[in-house]
């Protein structure tokens, strides 16, 4: 959790002392959890009075025949400012969607000329103009269209207006965000008001890797102070282009593909006759101007840029009558992939001011942050490179633990178990704790595979709690899980009320077992058949139903049946109260080995049958598993040029039934030897859907009907449609 604090009220999860002059203060009742001791303070001085917060639109002036200029807005007058009161960088913003747009009158064409805000800092901070088009939820504010850092003096406590080097023109399909960027050594800089928030629109704020509703992330009801000065278009200029803008990057090269079709229309419908230009621009900044062009046209482009990244693209058409609306699109060009961060707090009220930033050769990529809660997920999109890891301290780091893992799901970094007093989580650390050099591995397409076998209160599955120690195999049938590849996690369904963090070792392996016959030692799956894919400490909380566990060695599921094997050597402890959820199976497909006294060994049988048993119960799981997601073209490969005909291919039409059999060699399809590639059609006098993957040496094309023998050199022109995957 980040301690946001407003500068007068002091408002946040947790709410500190802030002494502003002019305003007196009372202490309420200090409010105590556990170890953790928090005091609320409020101030108690006269707020001005402020506009409501559904008045969205401000005339300033009219022009004939046009639509008004317009200040577009969610907030009230200013009354506060929010920061966390030390060094930070966030950015904050003002959504309006496509139907707010409408509502407030605002046609395609029109302009966002200015932006104005109100900052308070007293620290060094730089501020940077954001404006962003086409988002599609709170979350997510699609492509940074233009970017600018303030350079002009400011004023605290005062609405300060910056004029546009280059207005945004508005394209109303699509969300507006205005945001400026905060780089702050200290202090609140962001003004805000005291209305009650427009959720999701008024009050947003991009945190620690991930945007938020100042509510979500700080408790706190406000606005804002952020505005935009929309400028009526000329009925002129042009639309959009009909085929919107495309930006496809080119492997792992540092080239992106740039496609669109020029517009045909200005906005208010009329044909274009003619184009000045086409501007195409990235990150904000023209990089091609295209003079000889005309409506209509289909555009190329081969961006080559920089260095590997995220890059924001857009293309206008320039007219007689001024810039026209643009379409945008963004590329991660060269090659990165996602880092991810399984984040949890111990006590579960968030990381409290503790993050830890992300840095490849010498860039900050994202810094997460677990905001609230016990549970959380985040994602920084980083290149190959050197990797480093900086711990950010805040309060109570015992508490924060994470696993960091590639797009494959390969753990790269875990942290210590998370504890409710020192030592534990990331206790004792601070700065850089991590370096590695990092490679961008094949994207994996990572599902959830849920075996719900039952809502029945069990203790045996997967762990034997009415003893000390236990070990206990489940098999699970391949149609139950549903889906092959690898393995990353597992997570058993607790419903214990009492949080317990126990010893846990897991194995996995395939097995051509459907059941288990008897209780004894050698119907157990020898260890020799399995994997050892975890060992460690497991904290298990009914708070989250599903205890995850991400594995130390990921397993490779080719299908058929699984053993999941779990030893928990506690020595002491045991419970006879139901700690799992799970079902009945037709047949025992569970098997277990307990005592109280020594710990357990798989393999290792040395107490007499009685410390055995079968059983149909059988435990809940779910599996993460990484599914190959490998890119795919559709292409059409043509065998044979010949113009001779014949009655005897694909079929023998002589015959008013015939069975023909053609060889096509590799080398006549145009494969690729060493890639799969799947034929999903053929193409001759029929067309048939293929299923399943073809050997790349011989493909034999089969035409069915009844069997006549013969044979002949001729063989059709056919075109295979085959999706590659490369």
Known sequence: MIKFITKSVCMAFIFMLCVWSGYAQDVNKPKVRGEKVFTSYYSENERPLSFSSSEVIEEEGEMPDRAPNKWLRWC????????????????????????DLAEKSISSGDMLTKVKFVPYYSATTTFTIHIYQGGTSPTSPGTLVHTQTVTQPLFNYEYNEVELDNPVVI??????????????????????????????????MYFGGAWYDLWSLAGISANWNIEGFVTPANSGVADAPIVPLSATSVGATLSCNLEWSNPTHTVAGTPLTNITKMVLKR??????????????????????????????????AVTAAGDGVASITEAVVGDMCHLTFDMRDAYGDGWNGNSCRVEVDGITYGTV??????????????????????????????????????????????????????????????????????????????????VAVG????????????????????????????GIG???????????????????????????????????????????????????????????????IDLDVPFEYTGGNLVVAVVSNRGSGYSSTNHFLGGTMPTNQTIYYYNDNDAITPGDFTYPSSYFAITQSKGNIKFNICVSDAPCIDKDFIVGTGATSGYEIPMNTYYQRSYS???????????????????????SSVKISMTGRSALGILIFRLMSSLINSFSKQKPTNTFICRMYV
């Open 369 to 450: 942050t677990l905001a609230g809660g016990a549970f959380g997920k985040a994602e920084v999109l980083i290149p190959s490179g050197q990797l480093k890891l900086y711990w950010n301290t805040g309060s109570f780091p015992y508490e924060c633990e994470f696993t960091c893992y590639n797009g494959k799901g390969d753990i790269i970094y875990k942290s210590a178990p998370g504890s409710l007093s020192s030592p534990g989580g990331m206790s004792g650390i601070s700065g850089l704790f991590y370096t590695t050099a990092f490679a961008c591995t094949t994207p994996c397409n990572s599902k959830e595979f849920t």
């Open 455 to 482: 809502s029945t209160q069990q203790n045996i599955s997967p762990i034997y709690h009415f003893y000390n120690n236990s070990y206990v195999q489940q098999i699970y049938d391949a149609s139950e899980i549903g």
């Open 661 to 683: 059999q053609q060889i096509y060699d590799a080398a006549d399809i145009g494969m690729t030897p060493g890639k799969v590639e799947n034929i999903t059609s053929i193409s």
């Open 76 to 99: 009230g007058q200013n009354y506060d400012a929010i920061g966390t009161g030390g060094a930070n960088d966030f950015i904050v913003a003002a959504r309006f969607t496509a139907v």
């Open 486 to 548: 690898t393995i990353t996690s597992v997570a058993f369904n607790y419903i214990f009320s009492t949080p317990k963090t126990e010893p846990v070792t897991i194995y996995l392996g395939h097995t051509t077992k459907n059941n288990y016959a008897s209780a004894t030692s050698g119907e157990f799956v020898p260890v020799s058949q399995m994997q050892l894919v975890y060992s460690g400490q497991v904290a298990f909380n009914a708070i989250n139903p599903w205890t995850t």
């Open 283 to 316: 990150d904000g900044v023209m990089i091609k101007e295209f003079t000889s062009t005309s409506p209509g046209a289909s555009m190329f482009y081969v961006d080559n840029v920089p260095a590997v990244g995220v890059y924001h693209y857009s293309v206008h």
């Open 171 to 204: 394209n109303t399909s699509q969300e507006l965000w205005i945001a400026y960027r905060v780089v702050t050594t200290g202090g609140y800089p962001a003004g805000c008001d005291d209305n009650p928030r427009v959720a999701g629109k008024g009050d947003l």
